[in-house]
């Protein structure tokens, strides 16, 4: 007999138990409502254009046990796969050998590191080389050490579209401290301490320490920190008419200028510009360009001196706007209206919503940085928060003062700091025995088995989010305003039962006589929403949207169930019952049947999932016949057992959902005479299979999408022929070509060059990079060693002038230029 999945009665007839019993023999978890997380934000509190970024959703928990620079258990290994959520067991500082490059569809979350402040990374950046990713209390501060003459950046990456970086800190470069612009759509930064920069700091231009890079499109930057940079805070790369928010910052203590650029369409909307020591010039909101494509939507910021009086107020923001052409004015620039942000017909954009900027000002004083609790940030952002309100501090660097260089007067420039980072915590603060990344007392709270290391995968309470979710949003509830993060809900306000996406069967055992029905064992119910169940006898034949709706809600060791009235959807007083839940009507699930339901419930026990389909492997589970021939292409598939007797019924004998890409294969009796109507889109392969009682069955199949519902019909004929069987086989997903990723981009506006680095092929004897020029492909650089990752161009491009580059790998004697410019990138010479 080969392995099946056991069967549990009580599924397959989709029943559950109600009777006097302890409520620790109720399974953990098991009362979730079904919600859809296609528009389910990233965590409480997202918000902007990378608010709907899933990360590493559905993925496994990777732990961070070291402060390695790379290795089992490193930051660098955890985000180097794709599908994880990041956990920390440590806190403190890494000391990078190189960046670290993260991979798509990653949940980075550091508020679980001990201490709740994350873990700080020093001397490289840390580079989205992916897409989908969520980062939240991480510090990126590369600090001196390694820096170049030519600049290095806190932030950057090849990448980085549909995702939110949320409570960050990045700084003490001497470059941009956020420098990612060129190839990232939708994606938010939000809560986060945008330096200081090292701005005297070794740099070949002097002083020489800026903010961010505003770009690409559909973006948002809000209730940020924005500090101690002499300039860029921000220089806008919006390309076109796409759209950036830039909503509730604050800008504190420029030198010279504080936004310009290629701005596009921007939202720039109550946002606090404070001048601080630093301060000598740059008093506007944004310096516009000539372009006739920028425009501006400019409402309610205001500009505050030092001391904290006006400037400029939030009534009168076009008399803080400059044009450095003379072609550009207020006419040909403002918007009346603000401009949308697009998530599915959605208008996601922070200008919508944000806060006043008086409000908004506090909230970043007392929130941005990496920090679980307005206290537990790093100790630079408490300082920069700090230095914010009381107008003290100033740029600075960590070169020695020269007097050779006016500017460090003109700037105030702090000289020869020393920068301090975080210091090394190996214990974790949480008890985790099953080491799910979730808190041993969270989980008993909330109904799970501290002793199951696979509960993080559930969904507990039916919001769509996973449960190891659940926990990391619930540690941030206190480092945003009050009402933004909700605690999850602990089992005291849990629903239990069963999944209700269709219709299922009860059971009343204790012969109490339930007032909500009187004489009737058993009973249908069906989700109503706001937790409340439709419930109605299944003997009377009524309809269920006749029923009254009911909530289940915990009382001692079991569960009242109460009415809901006509005019409040809140629990009220009703029928007092107290129950008892013994059985969770469980979906039983395989790696291609899961959420497997028998309709037939007069034979549902013949019914079964097995693996390895071979000869010699039964055929029903009411009949004691095997299969004697199985074609190869079905050898080792898995298959449905079942029950010969459901011929008999006269409706669909069974549903599953598709767990994988697969074809799915039908065995019909060939003395049926005519193909049920429910078969008309499978195709007859010509295959047949055959049983020890010489029945032949002709095989039909269809493909099947990942995630779609299939429903299995009658078998057409009851007499002179036995049932249907069911076989499934995953897809085969063709490898996608290999080509070498372009994943980090450095910039030198000194001598206006560009270094790229690439991920290197299997087997690659060669490297070459191709350019679009003219309309055409061109190979400009061929023969680089495959010893070499990167390729810096010639010095003295043309500045502002843009490049589509592609890298090519020479495999087996062939080039991959095909699939690489699939791939390519833009670039813009600075």
């Known amino acids: 007999m080969k392995k099946k999945y056991k069967r549990i009665a009580a599924f397959l007839c989709t029943m559950l138990t109600v009777a006097s019993v302890t409520l620790t023999e109720i399974p953990s978890g098991t009362f979730t409502v079904s919600a859809s997380s296609s528009k389910l934000v990233a965590f409480p509190g997202a918000v902007g254009g990378g608010k709907y970024a899933t990360g590493g959703r559905g993925g496994e928990v990777y732990h961070v046990t070291n402060l390695n620079d790379s290795g089992t258990g490193s930051l660098r290994d955890a985000v180097s796969k794709s599908g994880r959520i990041v956990v920390f067991d440590v806190s403190g500082t890494i000391n990078l050998n190189s960046n670290i490059v993260c991979s798509s569809n990653i949940t980075i979350a550091g508020q679980t590191a001990p201490g709740g402040s994350g873990v700080t990374l020093k001397n490289y950046k840390f580079g989205m080389g992916g897409d989908n990713i969520i ?13 170049t003459s030519s600049g290095n950046d806190a932030w950057g990456g090849a990448k980085g579209s549909n995702s939110v970086v949320d409570h960050c800190s990045l700084g003490w470069t001497t470059d941009e401290q956020w420098g990612l612009y060129s190839n990232n759509d939708h994606y938010t930064v939000q809560y986060s301490v945008i330096g200081p920069a090292n701005s005297w700091g070794g740099h070949v231009k002097g002083v020489h320490g800026f903010g961010l890079m505003m770009g690409r499109s559909n973006l948002t930057f809000d209730h940020n920190l924005i500090c101690h940079n002499v300039s860029r805070n921000f220089r806008g790369k919006v390309v076109g008419t796409e759209t950036a928010d830039f909503t509730n910052n604050i800008i504190y203590d420029w030198g010279y200028q ?5 701005i596009g369409h921007v939202n720039y909307v109550n946002n606090t510009l404070k001048a601080g020591n630093s301060t000598a010039s740059g008093y506007h909101y944004v310096q516009v360009s000539s372009d006739d494509k920028f425009k501006l939507y400019l409402n309610g910021n205001r500009i505050l001196n030092k001391d904290g009086s006006y400037r400029n107020r939030e009534d009168n923001n076009w008399a803080a706007i400059s044009y450095n052409h003379s072609d550009k004015n207020r006419s040909n620039t403002e918007s009346i209206t603000p401009f949308t942000i697009l998530s599915d017909n959605e208008n996601i954009s922070t200008a919508l919503t944000c806060e006043s900027a008086a409000s908004s000002y506090d909230h970043v004083i007392k929130f941005a940085g990496n920090g679980i609790t307005p206290d537990k940030r790093t100790a630079i952002d408490k300082q920069c928060a700090e230095e914010t309100q009381n107008g003290t501090g100033s740029c600075s660097g960590t070169d020695p003062y020269s007097s050779s260089q006016s500017e460090l007067n003109t700037y105030k420039i702090q000289c020869g700091v020393k920068y301090e980072y975080p210091s090394a915590v190996y214990s974790k603060e949480i008890t985790d025995n099953d080491n799910d990344g979730m808190d041993d007392s969270w989980e008993l709270a909330r109904g799970l088995d501290p002793t199951d290391h696979e509960d993080y995968k559930g969904d507990y309470c039916g919001q769509g989010y996973m449960n190891i979710e659940y926990y990391i949003n619930d ?7 009050d009402g933004v993060v909700e605690l999850s809900p602990s089992s005291s306000d849990t629903k239990y039962g069963a999944v209700m996406d269709t219709t299922a069967k009860y059971e009343i055992t204790d012969n109490t006589n339930s007032s909500l029905l009187a004489n009737t064992k058993t009973w249908r119910l069906e989700d109503c929403g706001n937790s409340y169940y439709r419930i109605i006898s299944a ?5 269920l949207s006749s029923g009254k709706q009911y909530k289940f809600v915990k009382h001692g060791s079991g569960y009242i169930i109460y009415t809901k009235s006509s005019d409040d959807i809140q629990c009220v007083d009703g029928n007092g019952t107290v129950w008892k839940l013994t059985v969770k009507a469980e979906l039983v699930s395989s790696e291609l049947f899961t959420e497997f339901t028998v309709l037939d419930s007069a034979h549902s026990s013949g019914w079964s999932i097995a693996k390895d389909l071979s000869a010699g492997a039964l055929v029903f589970g009411d009949r004691d ?8 292409s079905l050898t080792g598939a898995e298959y449905l057992i079942t029950a010969c007797d459901s011929k008999l019924y006269d409706s669909d004998l069974a549903t599953f959902r598709a767990g994988k890409d697969m074809t799915v294969y039908i065995a019909l009796d060939n003395r049926v005479s005519a193909r049920p109507v ?32 299939v429903t299995l019909g009658t078998n057409g004929q009851s007499s002179s022929c036995v049932n249907y069987t069911v076989f499934a086989k995953a897809s085969v997903v063709p490898e996608e070509p290999e080509y070498p990723e372009i994943i980090n981009i450095e910039y030198s506006e000194q001598y206006h060059q560009i270094r790229f680095t690439w991920k290197p092929v299997n087997g690659a004897t060669n490297y070459a990079i191709a350019v679009y020029l003219a309309g055409k492909w061109r190979i400009q650089t061929q023969n680089i060693p495959s010893s070499s990752l990167n390729y810096t161009t010639p010095k003295n491009l043309t500045p502002g002038k843009t490049y589509k580059v592609a890298v090519a790998a020479k495999v087996n004697g062939e080039w991959t230029v095909n699939e690489s410019v699939k791939h390519a990138i833009t670039v813009t010479v600075r």
């Open 135 to 147: 980062v939240r209390y991480l510090s990126s501060r590369p600090g001196p050490d390694k820096a």
């Open 258 to 262: 504080t936004a310009y650029g290629t």
């Open 475 to 481: 540690l941030t509830v206190d480092s945003f305003p």
């Open 539 to 543: 003997d009377d034949g009524r309809e």
């Open 625 to 632: 016949v095997v299969y004697t021939s199985i074609p190869d």
């Open 678 to 709: 429910w078969l008309s889109n499978y195709t007859k392969t010509g295959m047949t299979i055959q049983n020890n009682n010489s029945v032949t069955f002709d095989i039909y199949q269809r493909d099947i999408k990942s995630g779609t519902i």
